[in-house]
């Protein structure tokens, strides 16, 4: 073969592997941008959705709370009607109606979410079967909702209505409340502001809590889609508010525990609900509450020395004397030695101090 046959084909060999390679890293590279894409897609709804289950789930939960604890949520109470709602101004929805409110904006931005997540399902890309169980768990929480007479069309509604288009904004709550105050506009809510004033006097208690369950389904499965943390577990601890000086364990200084009264032991004072028999007290576990540990009291040690004058307990037994009487306390003695021989006049094989045998 001459040397020009082998330098064509050098070339021709080097010409294809070029070719091989660039095609290789084209299709590479177009599969990480689409891999980037779906996960950038997926990521723009399912964060989104993971965000307002959370806030809507710490809301009702707070209805819950205090319905359990009062009977009812006063800081809703502040309509007996959704109608009502009209004409009332900024004032009003920043004030008074606050939490009612807040509470129907937060509702219908969930829903919004949950409606660009069922819409656009098809094009996102989810790993095992989270392709599957999004989808139920969606439906759990329309159902839920739909229990409530909040029914599934109106969700969709009352969630296109909190969006802002061409933006695909969020409406804020500010916009949100302009909303509420047009008759036409309002209406569409409705049902959502009667089951939140249904809720904040006590009442349908099972379907809140069907909600909070499905709500909390749902926000589990996201948080483990989206390898995060515990967002419910977040959000409720964010509301926590610890002073400082304050024990974990009371929330409180030192010196206090929940429901202790002042000065008192464990369990003691005005709220204790441990031993009511122990009132106020003022020895070493003195102020004292809930959550922390009573002193215990001190057990004497004695010092290391000949005779450190220790307790009495341990006080060492004395010899026995001619004129000592008997020991109250029965103890060891030590052993004297060897004994000393009979006194005079005594008899063989009696003691010293013994008589003789009396005799049957």
């Not at 959705?49 to 819950?64: D, G, M």
């Not at 804020?172 to 509420?180: A, K, N, V």
């Not at 889609?225 to 967002?231: I, M, T, V």
């Not at 409720?236 to 202790?260: C, K, L, M, N, V």
Request: glycine share 14%; aromatic share 6%.
């Amino acid at each position: 073969m001459d040397a020009l046959s082998v330098t064509l084909i050098s070339a021709v060999t080097s010409g294809a592997i070029s070719l091989t390679l660039a095609w290789v890293s084209g299709r590479q590279q177009r599969r990480d941008s689409e891999r980037v894409q779906r996960e950038t897609r997926t990521m723009a709804y399912l964060n989104p959705l993971r965000w307002h289950t959370a806030e809507v789930h710490h809301r009702l939960s707070l209805y819950a709370t205090s319905v359990e604890r009062d009977g009812c949520y006063p800081p809703a109470q502040v309509l007996a009607d959704p109608r009502e709602m009209e004409g009332k101004g900024a004032d009003w929805f920043a004030g008074k109606g606050v939490a009612l409110g807040s509470s129907v904006w937060m509702t219908a931005c969930l829903f919004a979410q949950m409606t660009r997540t069922r819409h656009d399902l098809p094009f996102l890309r989810l790993a095992g079967n989270d392709d599957t169980r999004l989808p139920g768990l969606l439906q759990k929480v329309h159902a839920a909702f739909a229990a409530c007479e909040i029914y599934y069309a109106t969700q969709s509604s009352i969630g296109t209505d909190a969006l802002l288009e061409p933006e695909g904004r969020l409406r804020s709550y500010r916009e949100f409340c302009d909303l509420l105050a047009e008759p036409d506009r309002r209406v569409w809510a409705d049902p959502v502001t009667w089951f939140l004033i249904a809720v904040a006097h006590g009442e349908r208690r099972p379907a809140l809590q069907r909600v909070l369950d499905a709500l909390s389904e749902l926000s589990a499965f996201l948080d483990d889609s989206l390898a995060g943390g515990a967002s419910l577990r977040a959000r409720h601890g964010a509301e926590i508010h610890r002073p400082r000086g304050g024990s974990p364990g009371t929330g409180t200084g030192p010196g206090a525990g929940p429901g202790a009264g002042a000065g008192a032991g464990p369990g003691a004072g005005a709220g204790g609900d441990l031993d009511a028999t122990a009132g106020a007290s003022s020895g070493p576990d003195a102020g004292v509450g809930r959550g922390r540990v009573p002193s215990l009291s001190p057990h004497p040690i004695p010092a290391p020395g000949p005779d450190p004058s220790p307790d009495p307990v341990l006080r060492p037994i004395p010899a026995p004397g001619p004129n000592s009487g008997p020991d109250p306390v029965p103890r060891p003695n030590p052993d004297p030695g060897p004994r000393p021989g009979p006194e005079p006049g005594a008899g063989p094989g009696l003691d010293a101090g013994q008589g003789p045998d009396p005799g049957p």
